[in-house]
């Protein structure tokens, strides 16, 4: 895994028949700018985008993300709210991993590199290149676990 620039960015899409557009170096430059532990939904980006105006079609904003999520770029989360999140995919040792309540949807990051060792080791193992590796554990926090009310 490695942190992307405009300009490998470019290099990577030319190099796979695509083109830099002005539309992915915003959303680029939009995640690169992102505050560490914030994620967001194609529909929170194009209000962002729209709010600094930058006007970006919501459906060039969702393939551009499928895009750059494929190429690694960003992760693609399902943070249990029945859609999709985005992050910039940070090189170790900034990786993280998440944990999620599914009843307030409340996300915490932690770190395992345990798991990212294991992801490592089965990549290079069949050859692969690691483009990202995520744990995501889905649970109850505990101020949810209080609020239930026993039968």
Not at 105 to 117: G, P, S, W
Not at 127 to 145: E, K, M, N, R
Request: aromatic letters at 6%.
């Amino acid at each position: 895994m490695y942190a992307y620039t405009a300009q490998s960015l470019k290099a990577e899409l030319n190099e796979r028949g695509w083109r830099m557009t002005p539309q992915r170096e915003t959303i680029l430059d939009a995640f690169q700018h992102l505050d560490e532990g914030k994620h967001l939904s194609a529909e929170d980006l194009h209000e962002c985008l729209e709010q600094t105006g930058q006007g970006i079609s919501l459906s060039t904003i969702y393939r551009t993300l499928k895009l750059m999520a494929r190429m690694g770029i960003l992760r693609e989360l399902e943070l249990a709210e029945g859609h999709k999140h985005y992050e910039i995919n940070r090189p170790y040792p900034h990786h993280h991993h998440h944990l999620i309540c599914v009843k307030c949807n409340k996300t915490l990051e932690f770190k395992n590199d345990t798991a990212l060792k294991a992801g490592v080791r089965q990549a290079e193992k069949e050859g692969y290149h690691l483009l990202d590796c995520q744990l995501t554990i889905h649970a109850v926090c505990p101020s949810c676990q209080r609020s239930i009310v026993p039968i």
